[in-house]
Nanobody, 115 residues
């Protein structure tokens, strides 16, 4: 079992910044990658970024150049630094742990960007 807990969401004005955290616990040695997804009201959940256990990081085109993912192995935590936020970034942000055949999801953290 793997547990992931997101934190760091909030309300920010357009152009502002937030840093999200995803803390993993449990059988973290099974985790191949940690990914961030988001879901805006009335829309499907979309992929935002992935950090693999080897340190490879990939981003969706919509956030490239504005969002930066990183990890702290000692804390089993993955971060998502979000800069130059736009109203269209408003969504619930979810953390996903890919443990080979099983996906673990957090409860999500709300990010609201006002114009």
């Amino acid at each position: 079992q793997v547990q992931v807990v997101e934190s760091g969401g909030g309300l920010v004005q357009a152009g502002g910044s937030l840093r999200l955290s995803c803390a993993a616990s449990g059988s973290t040695s099974r985790v191949n990658a940690i990914a961030w997804y988001r879901q805006a009201p009335g829309k499907q959940r979309e992929w935002v970024a992935t950090v693999t256990s080897r340190g490879n990081i990939n981003y969706a085109d919509s956030v490239k150049g504005r969002f930066t993912a990183s990890r702290d192995n000692a804390k089993n935590t993955v971060y998502l630094q979000m800069n130059n936020l736009k109203p269209e970034d408003t969504a619930v942000y979810y953390c996903n742990a890919d443990a080979r055949t099983i996906q673990y999801w957090g409860q999500g953290t709300q990010v609201t960007v006002s114009s």
